[in-house]
Nanobody, 118 residues
Framework: VQLVESGGGSVQAGGSLRLTCVISGYAYCMGWFRQAPENARGRIATAGADGRTTYADSVKGRFTVSRDEAKSSLYLQMNSLTFEDSGTYYC????????????????WGQGNQVTVSS
């Protein structure tokens, strides 16, 4: 499985960005994970093939994850961005069904930088 991400960039606090991930194969779970300098990679949002989505508490109400099976794509709409949202965002895919667990993901995109200036 290959994952290709796009849509990162720089934005001022309060702004919005949309990330896109195109997958070349099948995955039950797809997710977005973020890694900031000197921090561990952590879950931001996931979307299962059953339609179930999960979010980190820090992004609930601001971020929306969605899947388009016809386009083999995963999206992350990020609104009301803050400085703390900055980092490298990774798209990931898994055949497992425990979508919330980072260790369940075996395939990763190249990472996409998001920089929010305050």
């Amino acid at each position: 499985v290959q994952l290709v991400e796009s849509g990162g960039g720089s934005v001022q606090a309060g702004g919005s960005l949309r990330l896109t991930c195109v997958i070349s194969g099948y995955a039950y779970c797809m997710g977005w994970f973020r890694q900031a300098p000197e921090n561990a990679r952590g879950r931001i949002a996931t979307a299962g093939a059953d339609g179930r989505t999960t979010y980190a508490d820090s992004v609930k109400g601001r971020f929306t994850v969605s899947r388009d099976e016809a386009k083999s794509s995963l999206y992350l709409q990020m609104n009301s961005l803050t400085f703390e949202d900055s980092g490298t965002y990774y798209c990931a895919a898994s055949l497992r069904r425990n979508c919330e667990e980072l260790y369940a993901y075996s395939d990763w995109g190249q990472g996409n930088q998001v920089t929010v200036s305050s």
